[in-house]
């Protein structure tokens, strides 16, 4: 289902509370395609659910704090989380796409992607899945997640149920595997307590929301380790077993990720660009696009 407006507070509230008194899956799977100015979504209990612009900005209260999103980031919340969504209330308005993942839709990816191809024949319908839950923190919005959301985006306008569940579920996918990856990491920091590894967790999701939140602005180590208050060369160690490269490396990730999203939807200078995405100058920005692309920053633009 795709709809392009908000649904009414109250009513939703009371479909919600109707529906979880009578047992029934709470949620189907919503994609919210909406256009507005101003806009304050409090206190929804949701399905998993993730949260992204194509136009302007929001921001996405999860996990006790707020989240900026800008239109080059996602944000992803967990089943039965209570979020909070703010429209930016800037003149250009913001269009958000949220995409709600409906109960049964979840449970029955899940089953299929957190069990073994033997236990999936000797069990095809799922009875229980184990809990899984994504961090509340930004993600920056790669190549292939931008290619599966146009997809989704198309059935905005010419809406088909079949090839629907199929984009829907090579997303949800995309993301099970980016956070089963991160999991895996946690597990091998050899941490007896569980308690302990998700304090760890919480501590480098602050250093990444940093990073996607502040790019533009120099971001020493020193700056980084003190957003996770941990030490230096600790923080340095465990964000690299964690996410699997430095945060500098990280950081311009984000920074070429914006780099891409300026130079296909604006008409901004080279030496603009570099200046909004905390590069020192326009060569800068030309070194770090021809190493990752192989091409020139021009030669990018020309094709869009």
Same mark, same amino acid.
Request: charged share 20%; with cysteine; aromatic share 10%.
């Given at each position: 289902?795709?709809?392009?407006?908000?649904?009414?507070?109250?009513?939703?509230?009371?479909?919600?509370?109707?529906?979880?008194?009578?047992?029934?899956?709470?949620?189907?799977?919503?994609?919210?395609?909406?256009?507005?100015?101003?806009?304050?979504?409090?206190?929804?209990?949701?399905?998993?659910?993730?949260?992204?612009?194509?136009?302007?900005?929001?921001?996405?209260?999860?996990?006790?704090?707020?989240?900026?999103?800008?239109?080059?980031?996602?944000?992803?919340?967990?089943?039965?989380?209570?979020?909070?969504?703010?429209?930016?209330?800037?003149?250009?308005?913001?269009?958000?796409?949220?995409?709600?993942?409906?109960?049964?839709?979840?449970?029955?990816?899940?089953?299929?992607?957190?069990?073994?191809?033997?236990?999936?024949?000797?069990?095809?319908?799922?009875?229980?899945?184990?809990?899984?839950?994504?961090?509340?923190?930004?993600?920056?919005?790669?190549?292939?997640?931008?290619?599966?959301?146009?997809?989704?985006?198309?059935?905005?306008?010419?809406?088909?149920?079949?090839?629907?569940?199929?984009? =829907?579920? !090579?997303?949800? *996918? &995309?993301?099970?595997?980016?956070?089963?990856?991160?999991? /895996? #990491?946690?597990?091998? $920091?050899?941490?007896?307590?569980?308690?302990?590894?998700?304090?760890?967790?919480?501590?480098?999701?602050?250093?990444?929301?940093?990073?996607?939140?502040?790019?533009?602005?120099?971001?020493?180590?020193?700056?980084?380790?003190?957003?996770?208050?941990?030490?230096?060369?600790?923080?340095?160690?465990?964000?690299?077993?964690?996410?699997?490269?430095?945060?500098?490396?990280?950081?311009?990730?984000?920074?070429?990720?914006?780099?891409?999203?300026?130079?296909?939807?604006?008409?901004?200078?080279?030496?603009?660009?570099?200046?909004?995405?905390? =590069?020192? !100058?326009?060569? *800068? &920005?030309?070194?770090?696009?021809?190493?990752?692309?192989? /091409? #020139?920053?021009?030669? $990018?633009?020309?094709?869009?």
């Amino acid at each position: 289902m795709v709809r392009h407006n908000f649904p009414e507070l109250a009513w939703l509230k009371a479909l919600l509370h109707s529906r979880k008194s009578e047992g029934l899956p709470l949620w189907p799977t919503v994609v919210l395609h909406v256009r507005g100015h101003q806009e304050l979504r409090p206190e929804i209990e949701g399905p998993y659910s993730l949260f992204l612009n194509l136009q302007g900005y929001s921001r996405v209260m999860a996990g006790g704090q707020w989240t900026l999103l800008k239109d080059d980031t996602f944000l992803l919340t967990n089943q039965q989380q209570v979020y909070s969504l703010e429209l930016d209330n800037r003149k250009q308005g913001t269009e958000t796409f949220n995409i709600h993942f409906g109960d049964a839709f979840a449970r029955e990816a899940l089953h299929s992607l957190l069990h073994t191809q033997g236990q999936l024949l000797d069990n095809p319908h799922p009875d229980s899945t184990r809990p899984f839950q994504f961090p509340n923190r930004t993600h920056y919005r790669s190549p292939t997640f931008n290619l599966l959301i146009q997809r989704l985006q198309r059935h905005s306008t010419n809406f088909h149920q079949e090839t629907f569940e199929e984009d =829907l579920y !090579s997303l949800f *996918s &995309l993301l099970c595997a980016g956070q089963l990856k991160e999991h /895996r #990491a946690m597990q091998q $920091l050899g941490l007896q307590k569980k308690a302990t590894r998700t304090e760890i967790e919480r501590r480098l999701h602050l250093a990444a929301n940093l990073i996607h939140e502040a790019y533009a602005e120099p971001l020493s180590l020193e700056r980084l380790a003190a957003a996770a208050c941990l030490s230096k060369f600790h923080f340095l160690r465990l964000f690299r077993q964690v996410f699997g490269q430095s945060p500098n490396q990280y950081l311009q990730e984000v920074r070429l990720a914006r780099t891409y999203t300026l130079l296909q939807n604006t008409g901004y200078t080279l030496s603009e660009i570099a200046d909004r995405v905390g =590069l020192q !100058s326009a060569s *800068s &920005l030309s070194r770090l696009v021809s190493q990752h692309s192989g /091409r #020139a920053p021009s030669l $990018l633009r020309a094709k869009n």
